[in-house]
């Protein structure tokens, strides 16, 4: 898998390092951009909503975060263009292995995948 754009979404500074050298390591992405909550990751995203090619095609989204989780997250990226769902897919990259986290996450259909952290560079095979 080789993607233009991979998006980071977690509040986590040290699991937002190693999903970065691990996607890094793996050469699979030009750009790596992170972003430490939710809200501020939605912000970044309105701002290049109309601008496909700066778009992430993969974003990494932690569940469990301050003031807007995971599922807000969803529930907002589901409003952009249509256009997007087509190009962009969500990886949950979690702590969280609750069966309900889990289900309630693959409803979304731009939610592809479901990981436990931390990322390993085998996961990477079994996107898209």
């Given at each position: 898998m080789k993607t233009t754009h991979i998006l980071l979404i977690d509040d986590n500074d040290i699991d937002n390092f190693i999903t970065h050298h691990v996607?890094?390591?793996a050469e699979i992405a030009?750009?790596?951009?992170?972003?430490?909550?939710?809200?501020e990751a939605l912000e970044y995203l309105r701002t290049i909503r109309d601008d496909f090619e700066q778009f992430p095609?993969?974003?990494f989204l932690d569940v469990a975060m301050p003031l807007m989780d995971g599922f807000g997250f969803l529930n907002e990226i589901i409003k952009f263009p249509k256009l997007i769902e087509n190009q962009c897919f969500v990886?949950?990259?979690?702590?969280?292995?609750?069966?309900?986290?889990i289900e309630r996450a693959m409803?979304?259909?731009?939610?592809?995948?479901?990981?436990?952290k931390p990322?390993?560079?085998?996961m990477l095979a079994d996107i898209r």
């Open positions: 996607i890094s390591k030009e750009k790596i951009t992170v972003k430490n909550s939710a809200i095609d993969l974003i990886a949950m990259l979690t702590s969280s292995n609750n069966k309900d986290d409803q979304y259909s731009v939610v592809k995948k479901y990981f436990n990322l390993k560079i085998e």
